[in-house]
């Protein structure tokens, strides 16, 4: 299964609804909170070329934020996506 990173901030209703989302799916995820992490920001951005809460990788891939999420949801491609076996 392809690993899975969220990275969200402190009261970010986007934030909620993607962990609510990978919850529902029983999908497992690691949530990385840069809520006072000035230094992770700039990583991020570095990153995914974004500064908006929440940021999804799949496997270091960007897939997006919330409404990419729910959108690859919600057209297979997000199934797609973690069934996907890549070389470590």
Do not use: H, W
């Not at 899975?4 to 529902?24: G, N, S």
């Not at 990385?32 to 990788?57: H, S, W």
């Amino acid at each position: 299964m392809a690993k899975i990173m969220l990275y969200t901030t402190d009261f970010c209703p986007y934030c909620v609804r993607a962990k609510a989302l990978l919850e529902k799916r029983a999908l497992e995820f690691e949530e990385i909170n840069l809520a006072r992490d000035p230094d992770g920001r700039a990583k991020l951005v570095e990153l995914t070329g974004m500064m908006t809460f929440p940021q999804i990788l799949i496997d270091g891939e960007t897939l997006g934020g919330y409404d990419q999420l729910a959108a690859a949801d919600k057209s297979g491609k997000l199934a797609e996506l973690l069934a996907v076996q890549r070389p470590a």
